[in-house]
């Protein structure tokens, strides 16, 4: 009676926290929502070996990230076969774009969008625009071609803050440069 009730104030407290991370680990609710209860299911099959040396938190977290990983692990496991054939009429014999069923936005289309100077002039504003960290960052790790190790050194960050930063940097241009350049027709 004593587990079910710690297990039940465990639910209570520490539900929305093991969510969360699964949300940002999975980005599927659903999915989430399903490592979740597992995450308690297995916690109950084996709490007799809770010892309370660390932390539920520590270690519902514990369970959570190997379901995670098992789960990333089923999903890497699964066969898929694709029936190349499907994509017959839209390539020729040596691999290339069969002109008839090649993308719309792609027929016709000589320049790179990396040649276009209103695109770049677009990207520039967007890189500048950013707060300083970022553009530190993506700077430094794309037109300096720092290693990660150096960047970090550089700005006196610890490596998963650099990517921290370097995701929320990318997804700060992306909605600048889709604002700007993309939606502008």
């Given at each position: 009676?004593?587990?079910q009730?710690?297990?039940?104030?465990?639910?209570?407290?520490y539900?929305?926290?093991?969510?969360?991370?699964?949300m940002?680990?999975?980005?599927?609710?659903?999915?989430a929502k399903?490592?979740?209860?597992?995450?308690?299911?297995?916690?109950?099959?084996?709490?007799?070996?809770?010892?309370n040396?660390?932390?539920?938190?520590?270690?519902?977290?514990?369970?959570?990230?190997?379901?995670i990983?098992?789960?990333?692990?089923?999903?890497?496991?699964?066969?898929?076969?694709?029936?190349?054939?499907?994509?017959?009429?839209?390539?020729?014999?040596d691999?290339?774009w069969n002109?008839?069923?090649?993308?719309?936005?792609?027929?016709?289309?000589e320049?790179?969008?990396?040649?276009?100077?209103?695109f770049?002039?677009i990207?520039?504003?967007c890189?500048?625009?950013?707060?300083?960290?970022f553009n530190?960052?993506?700077?430094?790790?794309?037109?300096?071609?720092?290693k990660s190790?150096?960047?970090?050194?550089?700005l006196?960050?610890?490596t998963?803050?650099?990517?921290q930063?370097?995701?929320?940097?990318?997804?700060?241009?992306?909605?600048?440069?889709?604002n700007?350049?993309?939606?502008?027709?």
């Amino acid at each position: 009676m004593q587990n079910q009730s710690t297990l039940n104030n465990w639910v209570n407290i520490y539900t929305e926290q093991l969510l969360s991370r699964a949300m940002y680990k999975l980005s599927n609710s659903e999915n989430a929502k399903d490592i979740v209860q597992d995450t308690f299911l297995a916690a109950a099959q084996n709490f007799k070996n809770f010892k309370n040396e660390s932390n539920p938190k520590t270690w519902l977290f514990s369970i959570l990230n190997n379901k995670i990983s098992d789960f990333y692990r089923k999903k890497y496991r699964q066969d898929t076969k694709v029936d190349f054939d499907v994509f017959s009429a839209f390539f020729t014999s040596d691999g290339e774009w069969n002109s008839n069923n090649q993308p719309l936005n792609w027929q016709n289309q000589e320049t790179n969008l990396l040649d276009d100077l209103e695109f770049i002039e677009i990207l520039n504003y967007c890189l500048e625009n950013l707060p300083n960290k970022f553009n530190a960052v993506i700077k430094m790790k794309y037109y300096s071609e720092k290693k990660s190790k150096e960047i970090c050194q550089e700005l006196e960050i610890n490596t998963t803050n650099m990517w921290q930063i370097m995701h929320r940097a990318k997804l700060k241009l992306r909605d600048c440069v889709e604002n700007g350049w993309f939606k502008r027709n």
